[in-house]
Structure formats: structure tokens, C-alpha cells
């Protein structure tokens, strides 16, 4: 089962947010933590019970400023701490991913960073572990060669860890400019596992930013899905979340009924 669904609300607050995306008939959403983690407890059940009794699948992303790879150790804590806030309130709203970009490499090595994040991983799986918070880390492929977040880095993460993987495949296309393989892709994961996708504008240094997502950039990865018979959550990260959730939406069922 491939089940679609927004990044965030669109600006109606996540309460609206569900709402709205049941009402259209979508499976999921993504509340987003962009700049902070500003939900209190309170509103992450209210949120929370409002999408079960709908139907809607949360997941959560936490904050963009984050970077567990960093030699300050303020920013590592800082950084830390904004993925544990978020877990903490995914929890209360019954989310059980949470989406995160790792880190930089800076001046580091590739090995060196990886070594790091995977320290912190665990670090952070010990934490949750003792709250008996219901969440998985699910650190995301990122779009720029000069972010941690390569495919082989996740799924080695994985393996090592046991934590999840968000695997934004807008990223990977930006990453590796333009040459993806979907079919080869899908055949290195587990079927079951948390996605992103839009439109994405990329350069030499790889994602410059997330654009509308049209049914000709779509189409070759909703394919390579339903032949795989992936069982994800697929969130759209296009300035139009819900319109292109929606097209997303429509042509994996069309696609579905042409191929099966
Ligand atoms: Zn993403």
C-alpha cells in the first residue's frame, strides 16, 4: 500500500491540517518542526487523537537546524535536543516517524562523520528508550553532496543502529543530477519505510529547492513502487502540498489498476 499524504498544513495550523486531509482522502501527514519545536503537549494529543479518529497516519519532521556531526558542542547539543523535543511530541501524537537531516561533513572525512552520527543515534535511541517514547529516528537522504545523507549511508545507519530511514527521492535525483534508477533503489531498501518526494530544482552542488510536482516527474517512481509493492508513507514536499498530494494520489491508483 502506497499511502500519500502532505509536508505540514499549508499554513492552516495541524489541526485544520488533518482535517483537511482526510476530507480530500489522504492517508498522511508530515507536521512539520521547521524552525523549532513550538507544540506543547497538550495540543500534540489534540492533534494526535484527531488523526486517528480520521484516519491519518503523522509523521513528524523536526527542526532543519541540526548537526550532530559538529565540532561546538553547543551546536550538538542544541541539536540533540530539537530531535528529542520532536520525538517527545510525536509520541504524544502517536507519530511514530520522526525525520531529521543529520549533518555536515564540514571538514571532516565521510568515515569520521558517519562515526559521529552514528554515536549520536544511539545516544539518542538510549534516551527514548528510557521515556518509552514510541518513535523511530528516521534520518533522511539530503539533497547536497556536502550533507550526511547518502543512500549507503543511511542503510548502513540502519543496519548499524536499528533506526529507520526517510528516503527523499527528489534528494537522490538532486544528488546524483538527474541519473536515478528507481527499480535499483527500491531493491536496497526494506518494503516498508518512510518517503519524500516533489519537484526539485538542483545545480552542481546538488537541491537548490523544492518546486511543484508534476505528473511526468512523478510517474517514473510511482511505477518503480507499485511493482515493488511498497508498503510506505510517500509525503509531498512541493510548495503545494496537498494539490500535488492529491495528483500523487490519483495516479498511483490509476497506475495500480493499468499494471495489475
Ligand atoms: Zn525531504
Known amino acids: 500500500m502506497i499511502k500519500v499524504g502532505p509536508a505540514g498544513s499549508g499554513g492552516l495550523g495541524n ?6 486531509a482526510a476530507e480530500v482522502g489522504l492517508d498522511c501527514m508530515e507536521v512539520e518542526f521547521t524552525y523549532g519545536v513550538r507544540m506543547n503537549i497538550k495540543t500534540a494529543k489534540a492533534v494526535g487523537a484527531l488523526a486517528k479518529k480520521r484516519g491519518v497516519i503523522l509523521s513528524v519532521h523536526a527542526p532543519y537546524y541540526i548537526n550532530l556531526a559538529s565540532d561546538e558542542k553547543e ?8 530531535i528529542l523535543d520532536s520525538c517527545e511530541k510525536a509520541h504524544a501524537m502517536g507519530a511514530r516517524n520522526v525525520v531529521f537531516h543529520a549533518g555536515f561533513y564540514q571538514k571532516r572525512t565521510a568515515g569520521q562523520t558517519y562515526n559521529l552520527i552514528k554515536k549520536a543515534v544511539s545516544g539518542m535511541q538510549k534516551s527514548i528508550a528510557r521515556k518509552g517514547w514510541q518513535v523511530t529516528l528516521c534520518p533522511e537522504t539530503t539533497g547536497k553532496p556536502s550533507q550526511f545523507g547518502s543512500l549507503e549511508e543511511l542503510l548502513r545507519l540502519r543496519q548499524q543502529t536499528g533506526c529507520g530511514i526517510t528516503v527523499d527521492f527528489s534528494h537522490l535525483y538532486a544528488r546524483q543530477q538527474g541519473e536515478i534508477d528507481y527499480a535499483k533503489i527500491l531493491t536496497k531498501l526494506p518494503k516498508t519505510f518512510h518517503a519524500h ?7 552542481a552542488k546538488g537541491e537548490r529547492k523544492h518546486i511543484r510536482t508534476t505528473k511526468t516527474f512523478f510517474e517514473p517512481l510511482a511505477r518503480a513502487l507499485i511493482k515493488r509493492q511498497a508498503n510506505i508513507t510517500i509525503i509531498n ?18 497506475l495500480e489498476f493499468e499494471i495489475r
Open 15 to 20: 489541526l485544520k491540517g488533518v482535517q483537511k
Open 237 to 254: 514536499e512541493s510548495p503545494k502540498p496537498y494539490e500535488d498530494a492529491i495528483m500523487m494520489k490519483k495516479l498511483i491508483k490509476k
Open 197 to 203: 518526494f516533489s519537484g526539485i530544482e538542483y545545480g
Open 75 to 82: 551546536k550538538y547539543d542544541a541539536s540533540r535536543i530539537r
